[in-house]
C-alpha cells in the first residue's frame, strides 16, 4: 500500500471538502496522510467568521467537517501561518502534493473620494467583527447614527443589512461576538438603505434569503413595487427569464406587497444606484449616488445624482485574496488550470482558485474535481516528513485536533449557561491556553 503525504492550507469549507474527497478516493492500494494547516487558532473559516450569527442552519456543516477530521490520517494544525512558519518551499519539498485553500479575506475597494473616513466599513471587516474573529476585535464600528448605507446586491450585503437592520434582542440567542453584541444593543441605526448598481433582475441575492425578511418582527422591508414590475417589464421582453430570476423577482415582488406596519426599524432597498463619493468632515455624514439607466439591456451611468445623509457605510461588493509569498497571484486569486498551479504539486480549491462566488456546497463538487485531477499525477511517495516535529524545533505551538475539541467544549459550555449555541473565545492567548 502506498501512503501520500498532503498539505492543505487553510481550514474553511474548500479545505475541509478536499480532506473529504481525498479520504473518498482512498482504496486498499492507496491512502492519504492529510495535515491541514490553519493559520488561526480554531478551524472551520467562514462557517465560523463569515456565516451570518442568525442562520445557526447553515453552520450545522460543522458536524461534517468534524467526521473528516476525526477519519483516519487527517491531523490538524491550528495556529501555523503559511509563509511565517513554515514557507511554501518547505511544504512543496516535504509534501507529495500542497492544497491553496486560504479563500479571501480582503473587501474590494469601491475607488471613489471618502472611502477611508470613520464610519465606511469593507463587509470584510464588519463581518469577522460580529462573528467575533481575533484579528477583528478592535474594529471601529460607529453605530452612533440614525441610518446606514449597504452597498453590493448580494449575500453579504444581504447579511450586514439584516444585522443593522434587526432588534438586537433577535440576536441574543445567537452566536454573535459579545462585543458586537453590546455595541448593536446601544445602535441608534433604525434606517438601513440597501444599494444595488444594477436593476432587481441583475441582484446577486439568492431568493431563500429575500424570502426570510418578510418575516422579520421587528423590521419593515421596503422594495418599490414600480421598481419590481418595471424590471419585469424588462425581462419579458427580453425573452427566456432565468429561474433564478424569476425567483428573486417574485420574492422581491412578495416584499413589495407586504403590507407596511410602522415599525420603527427599516431596511430599504434601491436599484440602479452607483456610489460616487462618501462626504464628511471628520466621519461619514452622505453617500452620493450617480443614477443609472438601462439602455438597450446595458446598465449606463447618467449625469443625474442624488444623496443619503447616513453615519456608516458598508461596502459589501465582493472579496479578493492578499498574495502569499511563493504562490503565483492573478485578479486577487491563484492562478491556476482546473485548479492546478503550473505544472507543480500545489493545487488550489474554494474562493482562491474560482473567486468569490458559490455557496458552501460548492466547495465540495469544486474540491472533489481537482482531487481527481491531482491523484493522476501523483509520483512516488516523498520520505516521511514530521509535520509536529519540524514545528517543535521552530518553537511554534500548533493546536491539534484535540487541543480544538476541548476549546469547543468550552466554547459550547459558555453558551449553555447563556442560552447561546457557544460563546466563541477572541482572545488568541486564551484559545492557545487549550494547546497547553
Ligand atoms: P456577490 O454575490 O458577488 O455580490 C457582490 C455585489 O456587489 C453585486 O451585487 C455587485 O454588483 C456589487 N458590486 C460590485 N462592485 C461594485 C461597485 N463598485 N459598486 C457597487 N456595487 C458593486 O458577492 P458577496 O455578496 O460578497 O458574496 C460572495 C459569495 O458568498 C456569493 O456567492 C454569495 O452567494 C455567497 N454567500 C452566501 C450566503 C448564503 O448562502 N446565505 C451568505 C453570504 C455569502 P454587480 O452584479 O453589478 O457587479
Not at 519539498?93 to 466599513?121: F, Q, W
Request: proline content about 5%.
Amino acid at each position: 500500500m502506498t501512503i501520500y503525504r498532503i498539505a492543505i492550507v487553510g481550514a474553511g469549507p474548500a479545505g475541509y471538502f478536499t480532506a473529504q474527497a481525498l479520504q473518498n478516493l482512498q482504496s486498499d492500494q492507496r491512502k492519504f496522510a492529510i495535515d491541514m494547516i490553519e493559520k488561526l487558532p480554531t478551524p472551520w473559516g467562514l462557517v465560523r467568521s463569515g456565516v451570518a450569527p442568525d442562520h445557526p442552519k447553515i453552520k450545522t456543516v460543522s458536524k461534517v467537517f468534524e467526521k473528516i477530521a476525526t477519519t483516519e490520517g487527517f491531523q490538524l494544525f491550528c495556529n501555523v501561518e503559511l509563509g511565517k512558519d513554515i514557507s511554501v518551499e518547505e511544504l512543496v519539498s516535504n509534501y507529495d502534493a500542497v492544497v491553496i485553500a486560504t479563500g479571501m479575506d480582503k473587501g474590494r475597494r469601491l475607488g471613489i473620494p471618502g472611502e477611508d473616513l470613520r464610519g465606511s466599513l469593507s463587509a470584510a471587516e464588519f463581518v469577522p467583527w460580529y462573528n467575533a474573529h481575533p484579528d477583528y476585535v478592535n474594529v471601529d464600528v460607529p453605530l452612533d447614527t440614525n441610518t446606514a448605507v449597504v452597498i453590493g446586491a448580494g449575500n453579504v450585503a444581504m447579511d450586514v443589512a439584516r444585522m443593522l437592520a434587526l432588534e438586537p434582542r433577535e440576536l441574543d440567542c445567537t452566536d454573535t461576538a459579545n462585543h458586537a453584541l453590546e455595541k448593536l444593543h446601544k445602535s441608534s441605526i433604525r434606517t438601513v438603505h440597501i444599494f444595488a448598481r444594477r436593476g432587481p433582475e441583475h441582484v446577486a441575492f439568492t431568493s431563500p434569503e429575500l424570502r426570510e425578511l418578510p418575516k422579520l418582527k421587528h423590521t419593515n422591508v421596503e422594495i418599490g413595487q414600480y421598481d419590481i414590475e418595471d424590471a419585469l417589464n424588462r425581462v419579458t421582453v427580453s425573452g427566456n427569464i432565468p429561474k433564478d430570476v424569476q425567483s428573486n423577482l417574485d420574492a422581491m415582488m412578495a416584499i413589495a406587497k407586504t403590507p407596511q406596519n410602522g415599525r420603527e426599524r427599516k431596511m430599504n432597498f434601491h436599484f440602479l444606484a452607483s456610489p460616487i463619493e462618501i462626504k464628511g468632515k471628520d466621519r461619514v455624514e452622505e453617500v452620493v449616488f450617480a443614477i443609472n439607466e438601462i439602455q438597450n439591456g446595458k446598465v449606463v451611468e447618467t449625469d443625474k445624482s442624488y444623496s443619503v445623509k447616513a453615519g456608516l457605510v458598508v461596502s459589501a461588493i465582493g472579496y479578493q485574496a492578499e498574495p502569499i509569498a511563493g504562490i503565483p497571484f492573478a485578479s486577487g486569486r491563484v492562478e491556476n488550470t482546473d485548479g492546478r498551479v503550473g505544472e507543480t504539486n500545489m493545487y488550489v480549491v474554494g474562493w482562491a482558485k474560482r473567486g468569490p462566488s458559490g455557496v458552501i456546497g460548492t466547495n465540495k463538487s469544486d474540491a472533489a474535481a481537482v482531487m481527481e485531477l491531482l491523484t493522476t499525477k501523483l509520483n512516488s511517495p516523498k520520505v516521511n516528513f514530521d509535520l509536529i516535529t519540524f514545528l517543535r524545533t521552530r518553537g511554534v505551538v500548533h493546536v491539534s485536533q484535540g487541543n480544538w475539541e476541548k476549546l469547543n467544549s468550552a466554547e459550547v459550555a459558555a453558551g449553555e449557561s447563556a442560552g447561546k449555541p457557544r460563546v466563541k473565545f477572541t482572545d488568541r492567548k486564551e484559545m492557545l491556553g487549550f494547546a497547553g
